[in-house]
């Protein structure tokens, strides 16, 4: 069952948004090479404390961490580490979430360590423009494989592909909701959107095959070419004015 949320849910929800956005962005800020994974990761979650918010993917299934880091061609929940240390060059997507008063917010970027290749630089600029490209189409009477669609035709006009095993989807008291938010398909599927409904569209995107596996961590997702990888994330709100990004960063605002 799809939830529409009320004005009060909403405003729960925009306050969860910002929490993630306001940590993200000081997390952007200091990212280097000889950062370690587990330092994002702890400070993260000190800044929930600071907030009043708890993070939403500690002990969620079992992961042991509050946010998901993935390295170049690590696809999406990579586990934080003493022993992973971010080299010059690198790529890293951060994935996180928190919950507040008890209503969820998801976000995820992926930042550039030090000074990247042009082809690292072109993969995360065509992943966050798709993302982009799929809010877009968060229309009231538009159907949600409207979404994907756009994400897909503007990846694959790069020549890159979109993961089909993980999906976006809808967000609300529960960290994961309906309906699934799917990267990929043909326009004029699935459900309606309409007002009130709160998506968390995520679009990842390999420069090579659209493939993944996961690795003996039971978590960690990578290519199965080794090919980079770059995933992008917003909360996303359907109102009758069209979409209303509830995780916009402090860029995205001006």
């Known amino acids: 069952m799809i939830s529409i949320k009320s004005e009060y849910e909403i405003q729960q929800m925009k306050k969860a948004g910002i929490i993630v956005a306001q940590i993200l ?40 961490a509050s946010i998901c880091v993935s390295i170049n061609d690590e696809v999406v929940h990579g586990i934080p580490s003493k022993e992973r240390i971010l080299g010059n060059g690198d790529i890293i ?58 994400v897909q035709n503007y990846v694959e006009s790069y020549g890159y592909h ?23 398909g043909i326009k004029g599927q699935g459900c309606l959107l309409k007002p009130g409904m709160v998506l968390a569209i995520e679009p990842m995107v390999n420069i090579g095959d659209h493939r993944v596996k996961v690795l003996n961590d039971g978590w960690t997702v990578v290519t199965v070419d080794g090919s980079w990888s770059a995933h992008f994330e917003h909360t996303v709100l359907v109102t009758l004015k069209g979409p209303e990004i509830l995780t916009l960063t402090l860029s995205e605002r001006k």
Do not use: M
Request: charged share 20%; aromatic share 10%.
């Open 25 to 64: 962005d000081e997390i952007a800020s200091w990212i280097k090479p000889g950062v370690s994974t587990h330092e994002i990761d702890a400070y993260a979650e000190k800044q929930c404390q600071k907030l009043g918010a708890l993070p939403a993917f500690k002990g969620y299934q079992g992961f042991p």
């Open 93 to 150: 997507g951060i994935d996180f979430g928190v919950s507040y008063q008890g209503w969820f917010s998801d976000s995820a970027r992926t930042l550039a360590v030090g000074t990247i290749s042009q082809d690292a630089e072109k993969l995360i600029q065509v992943t966050q423009d798709s993302l982009f490209k799929g809010i877009e189409q968060c229309k009231v009477g538009n159907r949600i494989s409207d979404i994907g669609h756009a």
């Open 162 to 184: 979109v993961v089909r095993e993980y999906v976006g989807h809808g967000i609300g008291q529960r960290l994961h909701e309906e309906p699934l938010v799917p990267n990929y």
